[in-house]
């Protein structure tokens, strides 16, 4: 079975600072892996996935993931955090077999600090 | 632009009387999903669409019911809403499954 685990519930950044939150993932087929944003009283925003090729997959507003198959890991990234990137961010998984769900880790709320 | 359309974006209903949720998407997608998403927690896939086969969640409760009348439109029915019904319920997209999730704006279901 396949699975997310975000660590940290909670991250907070200084605007400008660079913003690392942490998806890993348990799957035994190679997954489909993506990043949703979730503003206040709003539905989920596709930041970016992977699905095959580059590892390296960039997504907008400036968020950029890497999936490295050795380390289970699918973490997003973004150099300089702003005031608007204060969301909460869902990391997700799928995989080409069985049923086609996509499962959601229990997300991080990022905080930007001024 | 192509989206995915909720109506209405809050509810407000009494306890036990039913409650059609609506969503709609110009996007033409083959796949429709419904979610439920309470506070601080990730979503949970109630059942989805592809085309007009029907899939239940096994933990989905039979007090929810969906239909999907036609390729653009999909609703979520609640037959006698409970106070643990209250919660933000999201409805989703996808060209075919396996393919990203477009999600609407979501509609926010509150129970007296």
């Known amino acids: 079975a396949q699975s997310v685990t975000q660590l940290g519930s909670h991250v907070s950044v200084s605007e400008g600072a660079l913003v690392l939150l942490r998806c890993n993932y348990s799957?035994?087929?190679?997954?489909?892996l993506f990043w949703y944003v979730q503003y206040p009283n709003q539905g989920l925003q596709l930041l970016l996935k992977?699905?095959?090729?580059?590892?390296l997959v960039k997504g907008i507003n400036g968020f950029e993931a890497e999936f490295k198959k050795s380390e289970t890991s699918f973490h997003l990234t973004k150099p300089s955090a702003h005031m608007s990137d204060a969301a909460e961010y869902f990391c997700?998984?799928?995989?080409?077999?069985?049923?086609?769900?996509?499962?959601f880790g229990t997300g991080t709320r990022l905080t930007v600090i001024p | 632009d192509a989206m995915v359309i909720q109506n209405p974006r809050y509810q407000v209903t009494q306890f036990g009387k039913p409650v059609t949720l609506s969503c709609s998407q110009t996007?033409?997608?083959?796949?429709m999903y419904w979610y439920q998403q309470k506070s601080s927690q990730a979503p949970k896939l109630l059942f989805h669409?592809?085309?007009?086969?029907?899939?239940n969640e096994a933990d989905t409760p039979d007090n929810f019911q969906s239909r999907r009348p036609n390729t653009s439109f999909c609703f979520l029915d609640i037959r006698s809403p409970g106070l643990g019904d209250a919660a933000m319920y999201l409805c989703?997209?996808?060209?075919?499954?396996?393919?990203?999730?477009?999600f609407g704006p979501g509609t926010r279901l509150t129970v007296t």
């Open positions: 997700a998984v799928t995989i080409l077999t069985g049923a086609n769900n996509l499962f």
């Open positions: 799957s035994s087929v190679p997954p489909y």
């Open positions: 992977y699905t095959t090729g580059a590892t």
């Open positions: 996007l033409n997608h083959n796949v």
């Open positions: 989703a997209t996808s060209r075919d499954p396996y393919y990203e999730q477009y």
């Open positions: 669409y592809y085309d007009k086969d029907f899939n």
